[in-house]
Nanobody, 114 residues
Framework: QVQLVESGGGLVQPGGSLRLSCAASGIIFSVYAMNWYRQAPGKQREWVAGITSGGSTNYVDSVKGRFTISRDNAKNTVYLQMNSLKPEDTAVYYC????????WGQGTQVTVSS
């Protein structure tokens, strides 16, 4: 059974930082591209960042220079380091694993507010 379990969300002030984690089980993690998406209230789900099985990364323009995606294949975990957070980063953040199939986590809430 495939599971993606996100953690690390919470409430943070503007300018603050959070690190999200997504622990995967039931898949050969190293062959999957891993992505982070987010969905703000009333908006469509948006792709935020991705990392290939080879470690190449890419980001949506709105987070470039502030967010960093990384992976630890030994721990079957992908991370999203989020710095200089803004209120517009408030959303539920979802982990996604993509290969011949794709899988989703349950999401973790990130709220940026003073």
């Amino acid at each position: 059974q495939v599971q993606l379990v996100e953690s690390g969300g919470g409430l943070v002030q503007p300018g603050g930082s959070l690190r999200l984690s997504c622990a995967a089980s039931g898949i050969i993690f190293s062959v999957y591209a891993m992505n982070w998406y987010r969905q703000a209230p009333g908006k469509q789900r948006e792709w935020v960042a991705g990392i290939t099985s080879g470690g190449s990364t890419n980001y949506v323009d709105s987070v470039k220079g502030r967010f960093t995606i990384s992976r630890d294949n030994a721990k079957n975990t992908v991370y999203l380091q989020m710095n200089s957070l803004k209120p517009e980063d408030t959303a539920v953040y979802y982990c996604n694993a993509l290969s011949t199939h794709h899988y989703w986590g349950q999401g973790t809430q990130v709220t940026v507010s003073s």
